[in-house]
Protein backbone atom coordinates (compact mmCIF):
# COMPACT_ATOMS: atom_id res chain seq x y z
CA UNK A 1 0.00 0.00 0.00
CA UNK A 2 2.97 2.16 0.71
CA UNK A 3 4.48 1.79 -2.21
CA UNK A 4 0.67 2.65 -4.16
CA UNK A 5 0.53 5.44 -2.05
CA UNK A 6 3.91 6.52 -3.47
CA UNK A 7 2.63 6.77 -7.05
CA UNK A 8 -0.18 8.39 -5.99
CA UNK A 9 1.63 11.03 -4.55
CA UNK A 10 4.18 11.28 -7.30
CA UNK A 11 1.37 12.16 -10.25
CA UNK A 12 0.09 14.93 -8.19
CA UNK A 13 3.33 16.93 -8.18
CA UNK A 14 3.31 19.89 -10.66
CA UNK A 15 5.83 19.74 -13.27
CA UNK A 16 8.12 21.61 -11.65
CA UNK A 17 8.64 19.58 -8.42
CA UNK A 18 8.04 16.34 -10.83
CA UNK A 19 11.41 17.58 -12.74
CA UNK A 20 13.10 18.52 -9.42
CA UNK A 21 12.19 15.02 -7.72
CA UNK A 22 13.33 13.54 -11.06
CA UNK A 23 16.51 15.20 -10.74
CA UNK A 24 17.37 14.07 -7.48
CA UNK A 25 16.17 10.19 -8.21
CA UNK A 26 18.87 10.45 -11.43
CA UNK A 27 21.24 11.72 -8.77
CA UNK A 28 21.11 9.23 -6.59
CA UNK A 29 21.45 6.26 -9.32
CA UNK A 30 25.14 8.23 -9.85
CA UNK A 31 25.78 7.82 -6.21
CA UNK A 32 24.92 4.34 -6.19
CA UNK A 33 27.30 3.58 -8.90
CA UNK A 34 29.86 5.05 -7.42
CA UNK A 35 29.33 4.48 -3.85
CA UNK A 36 27.04 1.97 -3.49
CA UNK A 37 23.79 1.98 -1.13
CA UNK A 38 25.37 2.14 1.72
CA UNK A 39 27.61 4.79 1.12
CA UNK A 40 24.95 6.56 -0.57
CA UNK A 41 23.33 9.74 1.77
CA UNK A 42 21.16 12.63 1.16
CA UNK A 43 24.03 14.97 1.31
CA UNK A 44 26.16 12.90 -1.79
CA UNK A 45 23.17 12.71 -4.02
CA UNK A 46 21.98 16.86 -3.48
CA UNK A 47 26.07 17.20 -4.24
CA UNK A 48 25.85 14.84 -7.38
CA UNK A 49 23.02 16.87 -8.29
CA UNK A 50 23.92 19.98 -7.64
CA UNK A 51 21.21 21.06 -5.19
CA UNK A 52 21.31 21.96 -1.11
CA UNK A 53 21.22 19.35 0.85
CA UNK A 54 17.66 20.97 2.17
CA UNK A 55 16.15 20.30 -1.52
CA UNK A 56 17.05 16.41 -1.14
CA UNK A 57 15.12 16.61 1.98
CA UNK A 58 12.03 18.28 1.27
CA UNK A 59 11.57 15.99 -1.43
CA UNK A 60 12.56 12.76 0.19
CA UNK A 61 12.45 13.07 4.04
CA UNK A 62 15.05 9.79 4.71
CA UNK A 63 17.21 8.73 2.67
CA UNK A 64 15.05 4.89 3.13
CA UNK A 65 12.23 7.14 0.70
CA UNK A 66 14.62 8.10 -1.51
CA UNK A 67 16.25 4.49 -2.28
CA UNK A 68 12.42 3.15 -2.57
CA UNK A 69 11.64 6.01 -5.43
CA UNK A 70 14.65 5.14 -6.99
CA UNK A 71 13.33 1.21 -7.43
CA UNK A 72 10.00 2.23 -8.21
CA UNK A 73 12.10 4.41 -10.87
CA UNK A 74 14.03 1.29 -11.95
CA UNK A 75 11.08 -0.87 -12.20
CA UNK A 76 8.78 1.85 -14.23
CA UNK A 77 11.44 2.09 -16.89
CA UNK A 78 11.68 -1.71 -17.04
CA UNK A 79 8.06 -1.99 -17.53
CA UNK A 80 8.28 0.68 -19.93
CA UNK A 81 10.82 -1.29 -22.22
CA UNK A 82 9.25 -4.91 -21.72
CA UNK A 83 5.62 -3.03 -22.28
CA UNK A 84 6.94 -1.05 -25.32
CA UNK A 85 8.90 -4.56 -26.76
CA UNK A 86 5.44 -7.05 -26.51
CA UNK A 87 3.30 -4.20 -28.02
CA UNK A 88 5.60 -3.68 -30.96
CA UNK A 89 6.19 -7.33 -31.41
CA UNK A 90 2.71 -8.06 -32.93
CA UNK A 91 0.06 -10.24 -31.81
CA UNK A 92 1.35 -13.71 -31.65
CA UNK A 93 2.87 -15.00 -28.49
CA UNK A 94 5.85 -16.91 -29.32
CA UNK A 95 7.08 -13.40 -30.42
CA UNK A 96 5.65 -11.29 -27.85
CA UNK A 97 7.30 -13.97 -25.03
CA UNK A 98 10.59 -13.15 -27.43
CA UNK A 99 10.40 -9.56 -27.49
CA UNK A 100 9.76 -9.72 -23.39
CA UNK A 101 13.36 -12.01 -22.59
CA UNK A 102 15.39 -10.05 -25.68
CA UNK A 103 14.55 -6.99 -24.16
CA UNK A 104 16.09 -8.07 -20.78
CA UNK A 105 19.97 -8.06 -22.52
CA UNK A 106 19.62 -4.72 -24.33
CA UNK A 107 19.90 -1.01 -23.35
CA UNK A 108 18.83 0.71 -21.52
CA UNK A 109 17.34 -2.29 -19.45
CA UNK A 110 20.83 -4.21 -19.60
CA UNK A 111 24.20 -1.78 -18.88
CA UNK A 112 26.62 -2.02 -16.50
CA UNK A 113 25.09 0.91 -14.24
CA UNK A 114 21.59 -0.55 -14.16
CA UNK A 115 23.01 -4.35 -13.21
CA UNK A 116 25.20 -2.41 -11.05
CA UNK A 117 21.66 -0.85 -9.27
CA UNK A 118 19.89 -3.70 -9.61
CA UNK A 119 22.01 -5.82 -7.45
CA UNK A 120 22.76 -3.38 -4.88
CA UNK A 121 19.32 -3.54 -3.96
CA UNK A 122 18.80 -7.06 -4.53
CA UNK A 123 21.45 -8.04 -2.08
CA UNK A 124 19.69 -5.90 0.72
CA UNK A 125 15.87 -6.96 -0.09
CA UNK A 126 16.21 -9.75 2.37
CA UNK A 127 16.61 -7.44 5.25
CA UNK A 128 14.25 -4.03 3.45
CA UNK A 129 10.76 -5.45 3.26
CA UNK A 130 9.70 -2.58 1.58
CA UNK A 131 11.79 -3.29 -1.26
CA UNK A 132 9.99 -6.73 -1.50
CA UNK A 133 6.76 -4.69 -1.84
CA UNK A 134 7.98 -2.55 -4.54
CA UNK A 135 9.37 -5.81 -6.44
CA UNK A 136 5.54 -7.82 -6.46
CA UNK A 137 4.06 -4.98 -7.40
CA UNK A 138 5.83 -4.62 -10.64
CA UNK A 139 6.61 -8.32 -11.15
CA UNK A 140 3.57 -9.67 -10.96
CA UNK A 141 1.86 -8.52 -13.96
CA UNK A 142 5.36 -9.23 -15.92
CA UNK A 143 5.06 -12.79 -14.69
CA UNK A 144 0.99 -13.24 -15.64
CA UNK A 145 2.00 -11.98 -18.86
CA UNK A 146 4.84 -14.27 -19.47
CA UNK A 147 2.75 -17.72 -18.24
CA UNK A 148 0.11 -16.60 -20.38
CA UNK A 149 1.70 -16.57 -23.34
CA UNK A 150 3.84 -20.36 -22.33
CA UNK A 151 0.13 -21.23 -21.62
CA UNK A 152 -1.41 -20.64 -25.05
CA UNK A 153 2.09 -22.06 -26.63
CA UNK A 154 1.57 -25.22 -24.72
CA UNK A 155 -1.68 -25.47 -25.35
CA UNK A 156 -1.02 -25.16 -29.11
CA UNK A 157 1.26 -27.77 -28.94
CA UNK A 158 -0.68 -30.51 -27.23
CA UNK A 159 0.75 -30.02 -23.58
CA UNK A 160 -1.00 -29.58 -20.64
CA UNK A 161 -1.11 -25.74 -19.54
CA UNK A 162 0.24 -27.01 -16.16
CA UNK A 163 3.88 -26.71 -17.60
CA UNK A 164 3.35 -23.06 -18.05
CA UNK A 165 3.71 -22.06 -14.56
CA UNK A 166 7.17 -24.22 -14.40
CA UNK A 167 8.06 -22.96 -18.23
CA UNK A 168 7.69 -19.06 -17.14
CA UNK A 169 9.71 -19.97 -13.79
CA UNK A 170 12.35 -21.20 -15.51
CA UNK A 171 12.47 -18.43 -18.15
CA UNK A 172 12.80 -15.52 -14.76
CA UNK A 173 14.89 -17.58 -13.26
CA UNK A 174 17.26 -17.80 -15.98
CA UNK A 175 17.65 -14.42 -16.91
CA UNK A 176 17.74 -13.73 -13.64
CA UNK A 177 20.73 -16.15 -13.64
CA UNK A 178 22.53 -14.54 -16.31
CA UNK A 179 22.49 -11.15 -15.30
CA UNK A 180 24.13 -12.15 -12.46
CA UNK A 181 26.71 -13.81 -14.82
CA UNK A 182 26.70 -10.37 -16.78
CA UNK A 183 27.50 -8.61 -13.83
CA UNK A 184 30.16 -10.66 -11.99
CA UNK A 185 32.01 -11.76 -15.22
CA UNK A 186 34.21 -8.65 -16.28
CA UNK A 187 33.53 -9.10 -19.18
CA UNK A 188 33.73 -12.83 -20.18
CA UNK A 189 30.01 -13.26 -20.54
CA UNK A 190 28.02 -11.07 -23.16
CA UNK A 191 24.19 -9.69 -23.48
CA UNK A 192 24.74 -12.15 -27.33
CA UNK A 193 26.02 -14.77 -25.02
CA UNK A 194 23.55 -14.76 -22.58
CA UNK A 195 20.80 -14.69 -25.25
CA UNK A 196 22.07 -17.79 -26.59
CA UNK A 197 21.71 -19.37 -23.53
CA UNK A 198 18.39 -18.13 -23.68
CA UNK A 199 17.58 -19.33 -27.25
CA UNK A 200 18.85 -23.05 -25.94
CA UNK A 201 16.85 -23.79 -23.44
CA UNK A 202 13.72 -22.40 -25.20
CA UNK A 203 14.05 -24.27 -28.00
CA UNK A 204 14.19 -27.65 -25.82
CA UNK A 205 11.46 -26.53 -23.98
CA UNK A 206 9.43 -25.35 -27.10
CA UNK A 207 11.34 -27.74 -29.84
CA UNK A 208 8.86 -26.80 -32.63
CA UNK A 209 9.63 -23.12 -32.58
CA UNK A 210 13.41 -23.50 -33.07
CA UNK A 211 13.46 -21.51 -35.64
CA UNK A 212 11.64 -18.55 -34.70
CA UNK A 213 13.13 -18.75 -31.31
CA UNK A 214 16.80 -18.19 -32.96
CA UNK A 215 15.58 -15.70 -35.26
CA UNK A 216 13.83 -13.73 -32.47
CA UNK A 217 16.73 -13.97 -29.95
CA UNK A 218 19.78 -13.65 -32.62
CA UNK A 219 21.39 -10.50 -33.87
CA UNK A 220 21.20 -8.51 -30.95
CA UNK A 221 22.49 -4.98 -31.68
CA UNK A 222 25.83 -3.26 -30.44
CA UNK A 223 25.95 -2.81 -26.82
CA UNK A 224 27.51 0.76 -25.01
CA UNK A 225 30.74 -0.49 -23.24
Not at 29 to 49: C, D, H, P, W, Y
Not at 132 to 147: D, G, Y
Request: proline share 6%.
Amino acid sequence: MAALDATTQKKQLSPKAAKRRQQIVEATMRSIVKQGLSGTTLASVAKEAGLSQGSAVFYFHTKLELLAAVLRQLYEDYEAAWRGAVERAGPEPLDQVLAMLRVDFEPPVCTPDSLFIWHAFWGEAGSRPHYAAITEIFEAPRFAVLRGHCATLLNAAGRPEEEAENLAIGLDSLTDGLWWRLYLSEGSMTPEKALDVVADFLTTSLPGHSETIRAGLGNTPERNP
